[in-house]
């Protein structure tokens, strides 16, 4: 079975674009969760999706946005980039998102914002 | 001050040492502790998780928790070249159980052969 996959891996943006990220979970699972991982303060929770409704969501400013699709896959967007929002995003996938569930993480998008 | 707090590290054993790695946290509701370990350019895999105070082991890893101390652990015993990575510990609160994870800042963990 495939894992979580996401596109792209790397990505470089200037301040002031916008970037959409995407990741496609395990055959299957139904739940997406978002994180952005950086240096100092290491992984954080952004959002989480499921059936297309977005059920949690992290201390995040609105310049961050998701969704997700009929077939569960799952976009994320920033605007108005900043270069504090230079990061590894994860997205990781579990069956329903329940307690009993394993969260199965894809390899990340590295982005660099200059 | 950070909800859950973990040694950066580096932290370098000799292969076959036992590995001690901890986190403290300060929120009393979380109630699912879990360690994730990151190898350099992956995300994270999940290694174990627990609901409940006392130990809990999977081959060469164990788990501990004590929840009265908000103090968790992660033991692998007979530590080898591949253990190498980052282990990072992870805990969510009862209503959102694993889908929003509260991360500790992960120890970069050596093991030289």
């Known amino acids: 079975k495939a894992g979580v996959t996401q596109t792209p891996r790397y990505l470089i943006k200037t301040r002031g674009q916008q970037v959409t990220l995407s990741c496609s979970p395990i055959?299957?699972?139904?739940?997406v969760s978002w994180y952005q991982q950086t240096p100092g303060q290491g992984l954080q929770f952004l959002f989480e999706?499921?059936?297309?409704?977005?059920?949690n969501k992290g201390n995040f400013p609105g310049r961050f946005s998701g969704r997700q699709f009929s077939n569960s896959r799952s976009e994320m967007n920033v605007s108005t980039l900043e270069l504090g929002d230079s990061a590894l995003y994860l997205c990781?996938?579990?069956?329903?998102?329940?307690?009993?569930?394993?969260?199965?993480f894809g390899p990340g998008t590295r982005l660099t914002v200059l | 001050q950070k909800e859950v707090e973990q040694d950066p590290g580096p932290l370098s054993v000799p292969e076959g040492a036992i590995v001690s790695l901890n986190c403290t946290y300060s929120?009393?509701?979380?109630?699912?502790f879990m360690w994730y370990r990151q190898y350099s350019r992956k995300g994270p895999e999940l290694l174990m998780y627990?609901?409940?105070?006392g130990n809990k082991e999977d081959g060469r890893f164990t788990a501990q928790v004590d929840k009265s101390s908000k103090y968790i652990s992660l033991f692998i015993r007979d530590s080898q070249p591949s253990d190498s990575a980052t282990y990072l510990c992870?805990?969510?609160?009862?209503?959102?159980?694993?889908?929003?994870?509260?991360f500790g800042s992960g120890t970069r963990l050596q093991v030289q052969p």
């Open positions: 990781a996938s579990s069956l329903e998102g329940v307690t009993t569930d394993t969260q199965y």
């Open positions: 055959s299957g699972h139904r739940s």
């Open positions: 999706y499921f059936s297309e409704t977005q059920r």
């Open positions: 929120n009393s509701a979380f109630q699912y």
């Open positions: 627990t609901y409940s105070s």
């Open positions: 992870a805990m969510s609160l009862m209503d959102t159980g694993r889908r929003a994870l509260t």
